[in-house]
């Protein structure tokens, strides 16, 4: 079985963790609900106003439980776990509508930076920090 996964940090092409997602089909660039906020090496995704930019990808069965383990997300204990995969609806972009999965930053952010335009790319290149 295949599943439309959005991205919107560290594995994205470019980025520090792109080997992650070779493999992995381009559906296009999409943005969806909520913000981000830096949590230093990476950025984290949580519900709220606002939209998140990234990009969207096909992976099959084996590919998405292997971003679970780089996610430091345990399926079915949503408490162990850094980031949970939820369902998300695309904003905008060529898959504008549709239902994709993506992580959600699943714990406590206090003191972290909010990055208010929602974009990681655009974000490290501001504060002049590598990926």
């Given at each position: 079985?295949?599943?439309?996964?959005?991205?919107?940090?560290?594995?994205?092409?470019?980025?520090?963790?792109?080997?992650?997602?070779?493999?992995?089909?381009?559906?296009?660039?999409?943005?969806?609900?909520?913000?981000?906020?830096?949590?230093?090496?990476?950025?984290?995704?949580?519900?709220?106003?606002?939209?998140?930019?990234?990009?969207?990808?096909?992976v099959d069965?084996?590919?998405?439980?292997?971003?679970?383990?780089?996610?430091?997300?345990?399926?079915?204990?949503?408490?162990?776990?850094?980031?949970?995969?939820e369902e998300?609806?695309v904003l905008?972009?060529?898959?504008?509508?549709?239902?994709?999965?993506?992580?959600?930053?699943?714990?406590?952010?206090?003191?972290?930076?909010?990055?208010?335009?929602?974009?990681?790319?655009?974000?490290?290149?501001?504060?002049?920090?590598?990926?």
């Amino acid at each position: 079985m295949t599943h439309a996964l959005f991205i919107y940090g560290t594995l994205m092409p470019g980025l520090r963790l792109e080997a992650e997602m070779h493999g992995a089909r381009f559906m296009g660039p999409a943005q969806v609900p909520g913000r981000l906020v830096d949590l230093s090496r990476y950025p984290g995704l949580l519900h709220g106003e606002g939209s998140v930019v990234g990009e969207v990808y096909e992976v099959d069965d084996a590919h998405l439980a292997r971003l679970d383990g780089v996610e430091d997300m345990v399926p079915s204990d949503r408490a162990a776990s850094q980031y949970w995969r939820e369902e998300v609806t695309v904003l905008s972009g060529p898959l504008q509508g549709q239902r994709v999965q993506t992580y959600v930053y699943n714990r406590t952010v206090d003191g972290c930076r909010p990055i208010a335009h929602g974009d990681y790319r655009r974000y490290i290149r501001e504060v002049g920090r590598d990926s």
